[in-house]
């Protein structure tokens, strides 16, 4: 993860999206106001479903019991195609 003020991350904005898309990486940009951290949208979108998850009371239940169940070897009985049927 690099870090570099805002002012540099401005002059390299193209070189940083890059880094950042390319390489799944982040960049802290810096200033006396306040540090910011440049991530890609997957990433955002992929922290923004976890938190959702986290915050649904009923969706971390059933994640929870699902890893659970995975560990005591209990499983459906279905094949990942079975399952998405339906998506095809």
């Not at 960049?27 to 997957?42: A, F, R």
């Not at 969706?59 to 659970?68: C, I, Q, R, W």
Request: net charge negative; glycine share 4%.
């Amino acid at each position: 993860m690099e870090a570099l003020s805002i002012s540099e991350a401005r002059s390299r904005l193209f070189e940083l999206r890059k880094i950042v898309v390319d390489n799944q990486d982040q960049v802290i940009m810096t200033h006396k106001q306040g540090n910011v951290v440049l991530i890609s949208l997957d990433e955002w979108e992929a922290y923004q479903e976890t938190m959702r998850l986290l915050n649904d009371k009923a969706a971390l239940k059933a994640l929870v019991n699902s890893f659970d169940r995975h560990d005591r070897g209990e499983t459906s009985g279905k094949t990942i195609e079975e399952i998405f049927t339906d998506l095809a």
